[in-house]
């Protein structure tokens, strides 16, 4: 009963580069969460999605970055021309459904960029 | 603007006592509450919950209070392990108003268990 899967653990970017983060939910959660925690702050939501919908991205930096959760695969945040303060700790959270359930956490991706 | 406070943010308490940690919220529009256990280079793992339509909620050693009139609750662990030593986060979400289960967390606050 495999958890949240989150890929890579580790993500090193040069400015300028792009950054792909994966995240595979658990087995029959179709609701997906990404947050990032910057350094020594609390984690702060960016986007929810569910299956080939984006359903609330008001977290989400206005320029440069993007999620998608395709009809098949994981989801991917990507982040484009990295710039040295979006190195942070990227999490990716699924649920069920949005009832009373609490949401199960991946690893996280720690992205640096150099 | 913070909506979800972490006023402590370490605590330290030793082996066998309790463990209180407390945090308070803004927003009318939350009615659900978690509390989130996290290790370092790991991810949250959810500890427990409690819907706005509750004061208390207990499981095993982890209880968790709300008093939704001064928009503040506490998570009491009881007694307190050396494996408790963590960072614990507050999470709250609007989910049973519709706004889904996005959550806003707290700072966290650092605990440690001595022996």
């Known amino acids: 009963n495999a958890g949240v899967m989150q890929n890579p653990r580790h993500l090193v970017r040069r400015r300028g580069q792009e950054a792909r983060l994966r995240c595979s939910p658990m087995k029959g959660h179709s609701h997906v969460y990404w947050y990032r925690q910057l350094p020594e702050e609390g984690l702060k939501f960016m986007v929810y999605l569910q299956k080939e919908n984006i359903i609330d991205e008001s977290g989400m930096p206005k320029e440069r970055f993007s999620a998608e959760f395709p009809k098949e695969g994981p989801s991917i945040l990507r982040i484009q021309q990295v710039v040295r303060g979006d190195s942070a700790a990227y999490f990716c959270a699924s649920s069920p459904d949005v009832e009373l359930t609490e949401a199960f956490f991946g690893q996280g991706t720690r992205l640096t960029v150099v | 603007d913070q909506q979800v406070k972490q006023n402590s943010p370490s605590l330290s308490v030793q082996e066998g006592r309790i463990s209180i940690l407390n945090c308070d919220y803004t927003?009318?529009?939350?009615?659900?509450f978690l509390w989130y256990k996290k290790y370092p280079a790991e991810g949250p793992t959810f500890l427990i919950s409690?819907?706005?339509?509750?004061d208390k909620n207990e499981d095993g050693r982890f209880t968790v209070f709300l008093n939704k009139s001064a928009k503040h609750l506490s998570l009491h662990i009881v007694p307190s392990q050396p494996g408790d030593s963590a960072v614990y986060f507050c999470a709250a979400s609007p989910i049973l108003t519709g706004g889904g289960n996005k959550l806003t967390f707290g700072t966290g606050t650092q605990l440690k268990v001595e022996l």
């Open positions: 927003n009318s529009m939350f009615d659900y």
């Open positions: 409690i819907s706005s339509i509750k």
